[in-house]
């Protein structure tokens, strides 16, 4: 069993920034990858952004590379989503998940499915 605790979220008006953290306990984490996803009233569970645990590799969905970065700190066992030059577009429930079985490329890392575990979200909005 993996339990996150997600924080970080808030107000913010646009053009600001936020950081999201994700903390995982309950498993050794080597193969697995956590990612961020999002959903918005009346929209889908959307893809932000993943990263492996041991190797480091990240994955960004388009609308947001380039003004979040996901990062980890595998002492803390904790990811963090920072977000740069938000848009009122990035107003969501921000989720936090684990994948088990992390299988080294954009697909696995992308794919809601695949993951395992999930935070409790977190709401982020964004004013014009």
């Known amino acids: 069993q993996v339990q996150l605790v997600e924080s970080g979220g808030g107000l913010v008006q646009a053009g600001g920034s936020l950081r999201l953290s994700c903390a995982a306990s309950?498993?050794?984490?080597?193969?697995?990858?956590m990612g961020w996803f999002r959903q918005a009233p009346g929209n889908e569970l959307e893809f932000v952004a993943a990263i492996s645990w041991s190797g480091g590799n990240t994955y960004y969905a388009e609308s947001v590379k380039g003004r979040f970065t996901i990062s980890r700190d595998n002492a803390k066992n904790t990811v963090y989503l920072q977000m740069n030059s938000l848009k009122p577009e990035d107003t969501a429930v921000y989720y936090c998940?684990?994948?088990?079985?992390?299988?080294?490329?954009?697909?696995?890392?992308?794919?809601?499915?695949?993951?395992?575990?999930w935070g409790q979200g977190t709401q982020v909005t964004v004013s014009s």
């Open positions: 998940a684990f994948q088990d079985d992390y299988r080294g490329n954009y697909y696995s890392a992308s794919r809601s499915a695949r993951y395992d575990y």
């Open positions: 309950g498993r050794t984490f080597s193969r697995s990858a």
